[in-house]
């Protein structure tokens, strides 16, 4: 029988394994250099890119899928007729109050930077999405990547095995406005999307294929395509080869979405709900590399019984992160982890007859946690019903600003895509410096 | 004496309100009501008055859910877990105290006003002395979690006509009946149907058992709430109530109401000399559901002009008191047509 201090020892030398494992170079980097899209721009930024790829930042984003409810959450306005039937709650940090739907994130909330001020004006599911995942709208003529895939370009290692950007959504609904796109950075920064449960499928190699069989057709064909690339350097060549060694990566990256390798402790830590386990899977990634993943979590549009609603999805929200939280600490991961709480938009003051509570995208709340992040702090006020944005008003550019300066990143680099330079935030963007570390 | 008709009623007087009244218990033959609600204040209306004032006898610090009424006392229960016993003759409030760890859902009267029951999402029933607020009983077993691992909800309670039975009523659609006087366990029954889990498409779950009633002569109880729900953003399936005999712990009949009529039943009644219940709910709107619980027929389905959360009838059966979103309201029900006198040349 182990105790839970053996089982961590013998979970962390799991995860250094797991990392020397999936953070080894490969041959593929010149392919990979190739393959990407804006490349040029990659080897002129190579040496800065080099030095915050080292400092393996990473993201993991709870993407609350129909619109969590900033009254229910994290700008509680109790006692007004707008408020709903929730007490706000004292948290860790003086002045700062949360609902009491979110006791233990309260006792966390020194970690925690909450933006209460985002007028993002778009109140259909689409739109949102779009905008909340992007950063802003798609052009007619141009196609940006989202959040994910900007972390995957920035932070990702170009000869990591492990996947980039990883994300699930296991909900039906939302799932079409569940953006995942790499746009003008090309589909090696796309997601692997995944549908169901915590492993994707098709993963395992055949059972009817020895893994030295494996091993070996793996060879020969890494053989025959040096041969055939000499002489040949051509973005398809390349592409293809690295196609080859990230295929064989994945793969092999089949044990990180495996939550059997964690302790029972551990996994019943973060309950045993989808939602929970994803949590869990999410941190084993980012553990071994994965710069950014996605836990969709749906569904809250909660026009009928919103408090009903979010009795129940906050419960889970406030354990499964208050325990993300804690584990990241315990492992010395917090300060480079980046947890980001986000929704299409948030939901209306006014209380309709079903008891719910409608889009409402005027005056809404997201949550940064962990890395690059000052902790303990607020940004932006809404009036006393929650109606207005009365201080600090912004959209969503300033806040991908901020996540993108939390991170180290640029967010006034610029992309070339053909002709034409794309910055990554619209020029005049500024971050909100005062929750910045 | 007269019987009255459910399908002759009309509404005769209503009063707005700000807030959404979510609970309402009647004072027989005053025509005085005690309404509940979203601003945590427990109103008096006297609703026999040309234009009835609201008075404010207590008020709790969230929503106010739950009221009782026992001659002396009106006794409110809300969400900051309080109950409140405010002496009607003084308006004094005589105690206030924590009686449940999480939200008091419903507060009700034994029919001898002796006992004030009282049901929260601690899932536990308390029962309590109506006169000095003393704890006579708890009622344990309702399970606190959902089988997918969400916090349940403890809904509704209601006693027998005789007092001697209780009914406790959850989320995930276990209903309880209790012996009073010891406090056994007499039945678990399955009203399941009333409760959606949607596990694909939206991951959480609505609805419940949000109202139970005994028939008069204690063999039968009927479970109120929702149909199963395709999607559960709204309340959108029709209302639902099943009917048990729960000494057999057999559902005997399963009433949806007409498509048109959808959300939760929250209030079901029965009149004190016609035999038919009168079922009260909503979603979007509300509703009245008239029905028979020997048959298992709805009688009578109309609309209500707000999402009713409480309803009573007078002891004379002629009138329906309802409280809602933003509003009270009394509907008075006409008597049966006698029949017609043979035509004479």
């Known amino acids: ?437 | 004496m007269a019987s009255f008709e459910p399908s002759q009623f009309k509404l005769t007087k209503q009063v707005n309100r700000p807030e959404i009244l979510l609970g309402l218990v009647l004072a027989p033959e005053s025509g005085r009501v005690f309404c509940v609600g979203s601003d945590g204040q427990v109103t008096s209306f006297n609703l026999a008055a040309e234009k009835p004032e609201p008075t404010i006898l207590a008020t709790h610090e969230s929503y106010a859910t739950g009221v009782a009424w026992t001659g002396e006392f009106v006794v409110s229960g809300g969400y900051d877990r309080k109950l409140i016993w405010t002496r009607l003759a003084d308006g004094k409030q005589v105690r206030s105290f924590e009686a449940h760890q999480r939200w008091i859902r419903q507060v009700v009267a034994s029919p001898d006003r002796k006992t004030i029951a009282s049901v929260g999402d601690d899932m536990v029933c308390r029962l309590w002395n109506a006169g000095d607020g003393k704890l006579l009983r708890e009622l344990r077993g309702h399970e606190p979690v959902t089988p997918h691992h969400f916090p349940s909800m403890l809904y509704a309670c209601c006693f027998s006509s005789d007092g001697k039975l209780l009914a406790t009523a959850d989320r995930v659609g276990c209903v309880m009946v209790w012996e009073v006087a010891s406090g056994k366990r007499l039945k678990t029954l399955d009203a399941s149907g009333l409760y959606t889990w949607d596990p694909n498409q939206r991951r959480h779950s609505i609805g419940g058992v949000r109202s139970v009633a005994f028939t008069p002569d204690g063999s039968r109880l009927l479970a109120g709430g929702s149909g199963k729900i395709g999607n559960i953003d709204h309340l959108d399936a029709p209302a639902r109530i099943e009917i048990f005999d729960w000494q057999q712990g057999e559902r005997t009949h399963e009433i949806a109401a007409d498509a048109k009529f959808k959300g939760l039943v929250e209030k079901i009644v029965f009149s004190p000399r016609d035999g038919w219940f009168v079922a009260a709910g909503g979603g979007n709107g509300g509703f009245f559901l008239f029905g028979d619980a020997a048959s298992g027929k709805l009688l009578y389905q109309d609309a209500a002009p707000t999402h009713v959360h409480a309803a009573a009838i007078s002891a004379s059966g002629d009138e329906i008191f309802a409280a809602g979103h933003n509003r009270v309201a009394v509907w008075r029900l006409g008597s049966k047509a006698a029949p017609a006198a043979p035509k004479t040349a």
């Open chain 1, 1 to 437: 029988m182990t105790t839970p201090a053996s089982d961590e020892r013998h979970e962390r030398h799991e995860t250094r394994l797991g990392r020397r494992g999936f953070l080894a170079g490969t041959a593929a980097t010149a392919a990979a250099l190739a393959a990407d899209m804006t490349g040029l721009n990659v080897l002129k930024e190579q040496a800065l890119a080099a030095e915050l790829k080292r400092q393996e930042k990473r993201v993991i984003l709870f993407w609350l899928a129909g619109g969590a409810s900033q009254f229910e959450t994290f700008d509680p306005k109790p006692g007004r007729p707008t408020g709903g039937p929730f007490r706000a709650i004292p948290t860790a940090v003086p002045g700062i109050h949360i609902s009491e739907l979110m006791p233990k994130m309260a006792q966390r909330i020194g970690h925690t930077a909450i933006v209460r001020s985002l007028n993002t004006r778009i109140a259909d599911h689409g739109g949102g999405a779009e905008l909340m995942q992007l950063g802003r709208r798609d052009e007619p003529s141009i196609r940006f990547p989202d959040l994910g895939a900007v972390v995957a370009r920035e932070l990702g290692r170009i000869d990591s095995e492990v996947p980039d950007y990883v994300s699930f959504y296991s909900s039906t609904e939302g799932r079409g406005s569940a953006t995942r796109q790499a746009g003008f950075l090309g589909s090696r920064y796309a997601p692997m999307f995944l549908t169901a449960g915590t492993s994707p499928e098709y993963l395992q190699p055949l059972k009817t294929m020895s893994a030295v069989d494996h091993r070996e057709r793996a060879d020969l064909q890494a053989a025959l395509g040096r041969q055939f690339a000499r002489g040949r350097e051509l973005p398809a060549v390349s592409s293809h080869s690295q196609a080859y060694a990230r295929v064989r990566g994945l793969m092999a990256s089949e044990r990180l979405f495996d939550i059997e390798q964690e302790s029972q402790a551990m996994r019943d830590r973060y309950g045993p709900t989808l939602f929970g386990q994803q949590t869990l899977t999410a941190r084993r990634l980012i553990d071994a590399g994965v710069p950014f993943v996605k836990v969709g979590r749906a569904w809250w549009d909660s026009h009928g019984e919103n408090f009903e609603t979010h009795l129940e999805l906050v419960s889970e929200l406030d354990h499964v992160m208050s325990t993300l939280i804690d584990d990241l600490k315990s492992r010395g991961l917090l300060e480079q982890t980046l947890i980001v709480t986000l929704s299409e938009f948030g939901r209306t003051p006014q209380i309709n007859q079903s008891l719910g509570r409608d889009h409402f995208a005027s005056a809404w709340s997201a949550t940064l946690t962990g890395c690059g992040v000052q902790g303990g702090s607020v940004y932006g006020k809404t009036d006393e019903n929650g109606q207005t944005v009365v201080d600090g008003q912004i959209g969503a550019a300033p806040l991908f600003a901020t996540i993108y300066q939390a991170l180290g990143i640029d967010y006034e680099k610029e992309y070339q895509v053909g002709a034409r330079p794309i910055p990554l935030t619209d020029p005049g963007t500024e971050p909100i410096d005062t929750i910045l570390a």
